[in-house]
Nanobody, 118 residues
Framework: QVQLVESGGGLVQPGGSLRLSCAAS????????MGWYRQAPGKERELVAT???????NYADSVKGRFAISRDNAKNTVCLQMNSLKPEDTAVYYC????????????WGQGTQVTVSS
């Protein structure tokens, strides 16, 4: 069973930076896609950024130019560098891993809280 463990959330002032990390274990294969989603109170979970095993990146418009996603395929880790944080970035951030083996398998971390407030 694939497990994802996140770290790096916390409280930061507007304009500050945080770095989220996620490590995947229990898989013999590097996930096809790894990424981050977030869910704010009263809102649906939304995509933040994804990165394929080949390095292709996709970002939500709201974070382009401020967030950067990276991964280490050898270690099955994915990181999200968040800069110029805004109060509207406050949410629980979830790590996601997608593995395609005849069909799509999605795996989720437990979530880490990011709060942007003065």
């Amino acid at each position: 069973q694939v497990q994802l463990v996140e770290s790096g959330g916390g409280l930061v002032q507007p304009g500050g930076s945080l770095r989220l990390s996620c490590a995947a274990s229990g898989t013999l294969f590097s996930p096809n896609i790894m990424g981050w989603y977030r869910q704010a109170p009263g809102k649906e979970r939304e995509l933040v950024a994804t990165i394929t095993v080949g390095g292709g990146r996709n970002y939500a418009d709201s974070v382009k130019g401020r967030f950067a996603i990276s991964r280490d395929n050898a270690k099955n880790t994915v990181c999200l560098q968040m800069n110029s944080l805004k109060p509207e970035d406050t949410a629980v951030y979830y790590c996601n891993a997608v593995i395609y083996r005849n069909r799509r398998y999605d795996y989720w971390g437990q979530g880490t809280q990011v709060t942007v407030s003065s």
